[in-house]
């Protein structure tokens, strides 16, 4: 059997410095926003080169927060309109909701499952305040582009991260430094993973980055002075102290990401097969390999009696959610198709080559 995702191998390689941290984090008993926490802060901007990082709970926080926080700075209001993606994670479409804000849908393409750029554009309204785009799978969205686009329509642009830590675009900065402020998730099997929650804002915007440090802890400014209607959504103190362990080795783990899907890439030559476009570059992190077939459920049958893991990303798309009736009318046509086909197949820096080779020989054999 070869597993979708061990994460317990992935752990495994920290449980020693993971140990200490925790009998450290015990004996010191400071649990909330600690040495920890700014400690990882300083590190991940350092890592993303952004002049500023805010740990809070999860991904759904950080990207729902830095709405809320350009709502603070009265920058951005309730009832403005957010392009995201209509293939994206159904997490960045409830953080636009809950921030009381609207999403509007924009269809994607099947060479990179980001957005169609012509929809994009043509979706811009005279309502339109910010664009979303998902780094979705680990691969960068074409940010050059979406750049162009908001700074013509005087636009902010939020990226979604939480796929991407450490991917790098064309002129080398990474993602998490390619908009006006980010949204990263350490959801523990992200690249960059924690034991059980947390997450990150990335900005170079100092006055967002000063109102979303009070905004994450109840609107303090200082201990009992509130300044906004705040949220609770910290980093966990402990769960930065396993992030600090894990960071140094991302970058390691990213590259070896890359090299498997460089071999799946050149291995498999199945033509019921559609392999993801790759440009061999570091914009992609391959948080997910994802291939696209045209009978599904056939192919997942098929690896899985043959001991391959294999999972949906994602099995139905946002706008036919029950939870998201009021987009039940929309048609987006290409994100349908590719709701049907994808299948995402083990991607994990702890496969074996042997593993590789046996995923490309049964995919071939299919
Ligand atoms: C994981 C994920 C999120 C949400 O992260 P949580 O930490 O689970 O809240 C948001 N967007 C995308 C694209 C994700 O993959």
Known sequence: ?????????????????????????????????????SRFEKA????????????VGNGLDALRLILEGYKALE?????????????????TILAIKQAGMVPVLVEANSENYNFNLFHLKTQITSKTKVI???????????????????????????????????????????????????????YPSKNLGALGDGGAITTNNKELAEI????????????????????????????????????????????????????????????????PNYDGSKNHVFHLFVVRVGNREEFTNYLTENGVGNLIHYPIPPHHQEALLDFANLNFPMTEKIHEEVVSIPMSPMLT??????????????
Request: aromatic content about 10%; hydrophobic content about 40%.
């Open 44 to 55: 991940f901007a350092e890592f993303c080169g952004t002049r500023y990082c805010i740990g």
């Open 132 to 186: 979303m785009p998902v780094h979705l799978y680990g691969e960068i969205s074409p940010m050059n582009e979406i750049n162009e686009l908001a700074k013509e329509n005087n636009l902010i642009v939020i990226e979604d991260a939480a796929q991407a830590h450490g991917a790098e675009y064309l002129n080398g900065k990474k993602a998490g430094n390619l908009g006006d402020a980010a949204g990263f998730s350490f």
């Open 75 to 91: 920058i951005l209001s309730e009832g403005d309109e957010v392009l995201v993606a209509s293939n994206t994670y159904i997490a």
């Open 212 to 275: 979303l440090k009070k905004l994450r802890n109840y609107g303090t400014s200082s201990k009992y002075v509130n300044d906004e209607i705040g949220f609770n959504s910290r980093l966990d103190e402990i769960q930065a102290a396993f992030l600090n362990i894990k960071l140094p080795l991302l970058e390691a783990d990213n590259n070896r990401r890359r090299a498997i899907a460089n071999k799946y890439i050149s291995g498999i030559t199945n033509n019921k097969i559609i392999l």
């Open 353 to 366: 080559d042997d593993e590789v080779q046996k995923v490309i020989s049964i995919l071939n054999d299919y």
């Open 1 to 37: 059997m070869i597993p979708f995702l061990d994460l317990h191998k992935i752990n495994q390689r920290f449980e020693n410095d993971f140990k200490k941290a925790f009998s450290l984090f015990l004996d010191e008993s400071y649990f909330i926003l600690g040495k920890q926490v």
